[in-house]
């Protein structure tokens, strides 16, 4: 992705110093710009939990990075496997909900219980976690490539008058180390000539739309609008949406979409409407264990002050103000599912499908396994 017209990713090992892992801040967006270096697991750890960092793909890759750190300080000490061991275990207890973290986390855990030598384990993590982290960025690339026709169907279906995709959080390439997931069909048919329109739910209570979502579309030159999030449906009753396009941070093998909270309502309102519901996501993203996701997928609760604040900028100050009485109670569920049945289709990197078991597993045969 591209800022001021300078590439980043959002996560990377430092040049002068391969042991510090750069990210970019994500708190202060999009008013101020800041690259934190993390140093340790316990930065990783934080960095995850209060969301410096955060989004299902990107999430995986610190969690990858993480590893890659508690590998570079275990060697020093005397049992490494028991650190490591804790270091999994507290870096995978930092957001329950994304599977893409305990994905990630895992596949370092496999390559550390691999190595013949503990001396090499720092080389092989590292190496795996920029594996992990560059085929996010592919997978998200491919997401594009898959999705785009569907958008370019829609444009000829409205002979070349602007497509109005409505999207929900960020599934941007913050969420991820580039490109993004719901984003990047967007992107490839923007990028591609054709006429797209963005409405970004601001996404309540951290405003991951209109802060994060709204700066990146601006990066790109994306025409889009911020709404509320109780404005989908009466977009939708009025004509005004053509196509529903949003993330997920846990997808099961049976199609259910966990997905930030408010995700459910505009799927119920796009099936009132007969608008496409689509959910772009990394196969990272799938949960091949879980049968029923409205039952069985653990969702993050947050502190109750990200309801009762919101944060901007006060002149050139960002701050926080209170905007309900002290002593309101709160309920803060930071993720909802969508059942499988409200689902038109999932844009992965392999291609479209089916939110089904069947066609799931048509693209992933590798997985029938498990079945
Ligand atoms: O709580 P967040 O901001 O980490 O939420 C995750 C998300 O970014 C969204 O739910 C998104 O739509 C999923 S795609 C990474």
Same mark, same amino acid.
Request: hydrophobic share 40%.
């Given at each position: ?67 890659? #750190? %508690?590998? *570079? /300080?275990?060697? =020093?000490?005397?049992? +490494? ?5 804790? @270091? ?85 390439? #913050? %969420?991820? *180390? /580039?490109?993004? =997931?719901?984003?990047? +069909? ?5 990028? @591609? ?86 959910? %772009? ?91």
């Amino acid at each position: 992705m591209k800022i001021d017209g300078q590439h980043y990713r959002t996560i990377w090992l430092d040049s002068d110093d391969d042991t510090v892992v750069c990210i970019i801040d994500q708190r202060p967006l999009p008013h101020q710009f800041i690259i934190e270096a993390l140093h340790t697991v316990d930065d990783v750890f934080v960095a995850i939990r209060d969301m410096h960092v955060r989004g299902a793909g990107l999430i995986g890759a610190a969690g990858a990075y993480g590893m890659y #750190l %508690a590998a *570079v /300080d275990a060697v =020093s000490h005397d049992n +490494p496997l028991a650190i490591i061991k804790r @270091a999994a275990d507290k870096l995978k207890s930092s957001r329950p909900t994304a599977v893409n973290l305990s994905y990630a986390i895992d596949k370092q855990l496999d390559c550390i219980n691999n190595v013949l030598s503990m001396s090499d384990i720092p080389a092989k993590t590292k190496t795996l976690a920029q594996t992990i982290a560059d085929e996010d960025a592919q997978a998200c690339f491919s997401i594009g490539q898959h999705g785009f026709p569907l958008i370019r169907y829609l444009s000829e279906q409205k002979k070349g008058q602007p497509v109005n995709i409505l999207t929900h959080c960020n599934a941007g390439w #913050l %969420a991820f *180390v /580039d490109h993004g =997931s719901a984003t990047a +069909p967007i992107y490839a048919s923007h990028d @591609a000539g054709i006429d797209v329109h963005v409405w970004v739910d601001e996404t309540r209570p951290r405003n991951q739309g209109s802060r994060l979502t709204a700066w990146e579309l601006e990066q790109h030159g994306v025409p889009f609008t911020v709404i509320t999030d109780n404005t989908g449906g009466h977009l939708m009753q009025n004509g005004l949406v053509d196509i529903v396009i949003v993330g997920s941070d846990r997808t099961t093998h049976t199609g259910d979409v966990a997905n930030k909270i408010g995700t459910y309502l505009k799927a119920l309102a796009a099936q009132d409407n007969d608008i496409p519901f689509y959910v %772009a996501l990394p196969s990272s993203t799938f949960d091949w264990v879980i049968q029923d996701g409205c039952k069985d997928i653990p969702i993050e609760q947050r502190d109750g002050d990200e309801v009762k604040h919101i944060q901007g900028l006060d002149g050139n100050t960002l701050k926080s103000v209170l905007l309900t009485t002290r002593e309101s109670n709160t309920a803060n569920y930071a993720f909802d599912v969508t059942p499988a049945r409200l689902v038109t289709g999932l844009i992965t990197e392999r291609g479209i499908c089916k939110p089904n078991k069947a066609s799931i597993l048509q693209l992933y045969p590798e997985k029938r396994v498990n079945d």
